[in-house]
């Protein structure tokens, strides 16, 4: 915005001010992100996260549009709006991306009991092991990782009427699961009956029974309506992950310098603020359960993690390289 003064020759004692807008300075770069959970998710916590950091660091030159809740499909119909054009951006869980057949080497991360703690996992996005595995997926793929821009609760089991404090209590349950391969063959594993289910109609599948069910971490149980009919929570801590910002290549590739700059710098401060306020977040969420009624139980943990061995051999080599599993786990 330039201001400039004028004076006239009919009131030589009088200032008058003009306000000159350039047009440059009202042109926002907007970037639509679009997601497939509920606003109040870590999905979502992630992507707005993301969307205030931008604005803040840009003094507005720079904005996110969010669409939630499926609205352009499922994850891998985004990431195909991602290629295509449709939209920029996703949030979604780091794993997220093996769903393509470009990012198989990430279905790793679904290895029961890979990362001792969410620091271990933090250290693994951070190294030169998790560079290499990306760097192929950007070129291939056409979509970029940016960081993490949320953390999620560690993954349990949590179900409607069936109280689960060891591993012959999953015999039959019906449990929701994300589509996807490893998720699937480790509740087979386990004796479960795993069902995909879209995130978005995960309640009415509790509800009806259609599921008995679902996998997911308490930070999102208590910040959605699934809690009004999951009654058990057994805390096996079975799979560690982290919400990625996703953008597409070709969006990036039409960027400034400058903006380049400032989408990464964004995403750096969201994951810093996701880092520092996990722990808090975590145990808010924990206390929370009590308020909703739902009883927690405390799980015999060695039968649910007696079958990491087994998920290593039958993926390993073939869904992602042999030794992956054991450089991951040697990361400081």
């Known amino acids: 915005m330039n201001l400039r003064r004028f004076t006239t020759s009919l009131y030589p004692n009088v200032f008058i ?68 054009g449709g939209v920029d951006m996703q949030t979604i869980d780091l794993m997220a991306i093996s769903l393509l057949n470009q990012g198989h080497e990430f279905k790793v991360l679904v290895t029961p009991y890979l990362f001792r703690d969410q620091q271990h996992l933090r250290s693994f996005v951070s190294s030169e092991l998790f560079s290499d595995l990306m760097d192929p997926v950007r070129k291939e793929t056409g979509i970029r990782y940016l960081n993490l821009v949320a953390e999620r609760s560690p993954r349990v089991v949590s179900t409607t009427n069936t109280a689960v404090k060891n591993v012959t209590d999953l015999k039959g349950v019906k449990i929701r699961v994300p589509p996807h391969p490893v998720f699937i063959a480790v509740f087979k594993a386990w004796g479960a009956n795993p069902t995909p289910v ?56 039409s960027f400034s310098q400058q903006e380049r700059d400032w989408v990464n710098a964004a995403a750096k401060l969201s994951s810093e603020q996701a880092a520092s306020s996990y722990d808090d977040e975590l145990a808010t969420a924990m206390r929370k359960l009590t308020e909703f009624g739902i009883t927690v139980h405390e799980p015999e943990m060695a039968g649910f993690m007696s079958i990491t061995d087994t998920i290593v051999q039958q993926f390993e080599g073939q869904d992602w390289s042999t030794g992956l599993v054991k450089k991951i786990q040697d990361l400081p």
């Not at 910040?223 to 799979?239: D, E, R, Y």
């Open 17 to 84: 001010f003009a306000l000159i807008f350039s047009v440059d300075a009202f042109a926002v770069t907007t970037l639509k992100l679009a997601h497939v959970a509920h606003p109040t998710s870590s999905i979502g916590i992630g992507a707005q996260r993301f969307a205030d950091n931008l604005h803040y660091i840009t003094e507005g030159q720079m904005a996110v549009e969010i669409v939630p809740r499926g609205v352009f499909g499922g994850i891998p119909d985004t990431f195909v709006q991602m290629q295509t």
């Open 198 to 253: 879209k995130p978005t109609d995960m309640y009415m599948a509790l509800k009806s029974g259609m599921v008995d069910g679902e996998d997911n971490g308490v930070m999102n149980l208590v910040a959605g309506s699934n809690t009004q009919v999951i009654k058990h929570f057994t805390p096996i801590n079975w799979l560690r992950m982290g919400v990625a910002a996703w953008i597409s290549e070709r969006r990036w590739q």
